[in-house]
């Protein structure tokens, strides 16, 4: 088409944001106008951004991010893919070196009347339930919004009628076109109408396409006015003075690539002093723009973008396949299953095309679509399941694509500092989730683990800690990574704080160390100072904690505080910390709850005992890292601390005045420990069950000796005395009590694995004639035992057991001078008396 051929006045191109089909026909349609510019829905500050779109650094999806420099925590965004129809129009301006701009509101009005909307709905929300009729669109400042109030073709529009005083609910026109069609699902509409017929070639006029979008949505707006969004009047007012501009400067020789919604706004006749009315008096905010990575992922609607589509990764295939767009979607699908070891031939390719041809016909549609082809690899390559349905859903229909931009993007300070460190560091953001294992005794690994403790300072949520492999010592980490548009705009308001990420963090804890009010905000800012490696804020949060914990006579502040210095002390030996006086501050606060536990654990309800439960088993291990992170820490004396601490679980365990649970758990800690012989915590366990004793506190002793995921299974299976206390006391459980205890025995017994619930039952079963031992007190007494029990330890078969034990654990090292195993395996089991673990 020439320039003579073509109507008057600038050409309208009206599009459905995020669709292929209107990206393949904007394409069309310039390269048929060859316009002398392009003017693109979207923030005008960013205009100056624009020839990044070109750079070879810059790969889509990305987006515009917009925040306040006041606030960063007030931004917004305007994702593009590379099927998005206003990224196709500026990469056609930047290649044909047209002028590109961008003609939207400026983000600096729409951020500050999106913050200002935000205080009016906090405190007029009586008012607008009566009824004012203020619409609320898709749109600027939502934090993940494309910026738009609603273009009528992703987001819902409504209707404030007749002077705003009845309201109606938004409408979708999308919805409304295709329910006029006939059609009950508009997604199928769009695609049976635009995406199905617009593919290259089969439009004999470009512009056909958009004249007849723009005939319906001019339809729509004669029944439904402006939808009910005050802000779309004030953006389409702004669109058309930038319009005037630009006619003013290239004439009608332009072209507008916009939403569809906002066409006939763009067509109507205005005077320029009206539109200039409807933008006086709008609320400004300082702004800033750059480019960021975005996600397929977070295109997806189920990921909270709203204006987004359901299926990102199917339509970035539909635009990207040159032709025969079925068959290579099925052969992507292959191939994804294959990788996920899964059998699919060639066969199971070309039966899914066919089907899903078939499918199409059936249903009357153009070409098959993404419910055809989604139905015909449910039935052809998952042979019905939707498990491995899901799989393709989640890889493909949705996509994983993580976009990038150049280097030269404009960023915070802090964004820049964190991208070299990424980059040093070889820790590339991915959209998709990974675990990360870290062995802290490697430089790099090391750096890594301070990267992303700092971070978390920071509220940068890139990395959580994971549960690992099973290690029993401190020189790993395992990490869960994923990285999240999102994350942006945490990195710019963590700028705030500081240029790189080690000074941000460090103005950032020292800042938290002034305000925190509670024992436990203090103790965990240090655990995090010492994971992090921050030295120059340590000193701060130190004198913080001594302050706090001088202060704070709350046993249970106390409990909570102890286990993670704790930990503190622990990590600190293995990232060479000097923490001294973390062990100072810890021994105090350990020294203070032995003497204020004990009357602590008196008079307490169910709900109260059951928390402390928690505090002591808190404390006991808190105790035990501490005594052994002793001959690092001056002072501490771990022998008496160890003796104080054991007393006290003494006390607790045989004070009748102490609820049940806790006195359980003190038992079987004691026990665990080898401070409590079996006897005398058989002794116990009878008093506990004595038939004095009401059945809701045997029950509660019970679940604090053997409940929880800590053994206490195992501990009845291979001693059958405790296990026949505790049958004989529920078999002698009144009747109209038994209902009272069930739940609370249902918990305890309900946490044991099912292999130890068996034996447990075997066990039971076999009852007290097999068992004797049970009702006797000791196996010797009765001259009976369990089968599969002796009557004590046989030292001589356990000795035999040892050396295989050191050699499967590495531990096997020690062999006689002139090389003899044999005196490694007999004169080293001979000696160590000591537990496997104590030596290694």
Not at 540 to 569: E, I, S, Y
Not at 784 to 800: I, K, Y
Request: hydrophobic share 45%.
């Amino acid at each position: 088409m020439t320039r003579a051929e073509r109507p008057a006045g600038p050409l309208l191109l009206g599009v459905r944001h995020h669709g292929p089909g209107s990206a393949r026909a904007v394409r069309a349609a310039l390269d048929a106008a060859c316009p002398r510019a392009v003017l693109v829905e979207g923030p005008p500050e960013a205009d100056a951004l624009l020839p990044l779109a070109a750079d070879e650094g810059m790969r889509p999806p990305v987006a515009l991010l917009a925040h306040a420099v006041d606030d960063p925590g007030q931004a917004a965004f305007w994702p593009l893919a590379a099927f998005s129809p206003e990224w196709v129009a500026i990469r056609w301006a930047l290649e044909h070196g047209v002028p590109a701009r961008f003609i939207d509101l400026p983000a600096a009005n729409s951020l500050a009347m999106a913050q200002a909307a935000e205080r009016e709905a906090d405190s007029g929300e009586n008012e607008n339930e009566n009824g004012n009729g203020n619409g609320n669109g898709n749109g600027e400042g939502n934090g993940e919004g494309n910026g738009e109030g609603g273009d009528g073709t992703d987001g819902g529009v409504g209707d404030a009628g007749a002077g705003g005083s009845t309201a109606r609910a938004p409408i979708d026109p999308i919805g409304v076109l295709a329910g006029t069609a006939g059609y009950d699902d508009p997604e199928r509409w769009w695609e049976d109408v635009v995406e199905h017929r617009t593919r290259d070639g089969e439009a004999v006029d470009p512009r056909a396409p958009f004249a007849a979008l723009a005939e319906a949505m001019t339809a729509l707006r004669e029944v439904y006015g402006d939808g009910g969004h005050p802000r779309d009047a004030v953006r389409e007012a702004h669109m058309r003075i930038q319009l005037r501009k630009a006619g003013k400067e290239f004439g009608d020789d332009i072209a507008v690539v916009c939403g569809a919604w906002h066409v006939p706004a763009l067509g109507t006749r205005t005077t320029l002093a009206a539109d200039r009315a409807l933008l006086k008096g709008l609320p400004k905010v300082k702004a800033e723009l750059t480019w960021v990575p975005w996600s397929h992922r977070r295109l997806a609607r189920h990921s909270g973008y709203g204006a987004g589509i359901d299926s990102p990764g199917w339509y970035g295939h539909l635009f990207d396949a040159p032709d025969r767009p079925i068959e290579r979607w099925m052969t992507k699908v292959a191939g994804l299953m294959r990788d996920e070891d899964r059998f699919v031939s060639s066969a199971h390719v070309i039966e899914a095309v066919r089907l899903a041809e078939t499918l199409a016909a059936m249903r009357g549609r153009p070409l098959a679509g993404l419910g055809e082809t989604t139905d015909a690899i449910r039935a052809v390559m998952c042979e019905g399941s939707e498990v491995p349905l899901a799989l393709v859903q989640d890889r493909l229909i949705i996509g994983e694509t993580l976009g990038q931009v150049p280097d030269t993007a404009p960023a915070v300070p802090l964004q820049r500092d964190l991208t070299r460190q990424q980059r040093t560091l070889r820790l590339k953001p991915e959209a998709q989730e990974r675990e990360l294992e870290l062995d802290l005794r490697k430089d790099n690994d090391a750096a890594r683990s301070r990267l992303l403790h700092r971070l978390r300072v920071l509220a940068v949520g890139w990395g959580e800690p994971a549960a690992g492999r099973a290690s029993t010592g401190t020189f790993r980490e395992s990490w869960r990574l994923h990285w999240e548009p999102e994350l942006y705009v945490q990195v710019a308001e963590a700028g705030t704080w500081g240029t790189t990420v080690l000074s941000a963090a460090t103005a950032k804890a020292e800042s938290q160390a002034a305000s925190a009010t509670a024992l436990a905000e203090v103790t965990a800012l240090a655990e995090q100072c010492l994971l992090a490696e921050l030295p120059d804020a340590l000193p701060v949060v130190m004198r913080a904690l001594a302050d706090r914990a001088a202060l704070d006579a709350d046993v249970g502040h106390l409990a909570d505080a102890l286990p993670a210095l704790a930990r503190t002390l622990r990590y600190g030996d293995v990232r060479s910390t000097d923490t001294a006086a973390l062990g100072e501050v810890a021994a105090g606060l350990a020294e203070r709850i032995c003497v204020g536990l004990p009357p602590a654990c008196t008079g307490l309800d169910a709900d109260g005992a059951a928390e402390l439960r928690g505090r002591v088993d808190g404390i006991h291990t808190a105790i035990g890292l501490l005594t052994g992170a002793a001959p690092v820490n001056v002072g501490m004396d771990a022998d008496g601390l160890r003796e104080r601490w054991t007393a006290v679980l003494h006390k607790l365990a045989a004070r009748d005045t102490v609820a049940g649970v806790i006195r359980g758990r003190a038992t079987r800690l004691l026990l665990d420990e080898g401070r409590l012989a079996e006897d005398d915590a058989a002794r116990l366990m009878g008093l506990a069950l004595s038939p004095g004793t009401p059945p809701a506190d045997a029950a509660a002793w019970i679940e604090g000796f053997v409940g929880g995921a800590s053994g206490g299974g195992m501990l009845l299976v291979h001693d059958e005395r405790l296990l026949g206390l505790v049958d004989a006391w529920l078999t002698g459980v009144p009747a109209d009590l038994f209902a009272d205890v069930l739940p609370l025995l249902r918990r305890t017994f309900s946490a044991y694995e099912a292999g130890v619930r068996r034996t447990l039952g075997e066990l039971v079963r076999r009852g007290p004639a097999a068992g004797g031992a049970a009702a006797t007190g000791t196996g010797t007494e009765s001259g009976t035992t369990a089968p599969g029990f002796a009557p004590g330890l046989d030292e001589a078969r356990a000795d035999a057991v040892e050396p295989v034990l050191r050699l499967l654990l590495g531990l096997d090292n020690d062999l006689a001078p002139d090389g003899d195993a044999e005196f490694g395996r007999t004169g080293r089991a001979a000696n160590v008396k000591e537990p496997l673990g104590a030596t290694g």
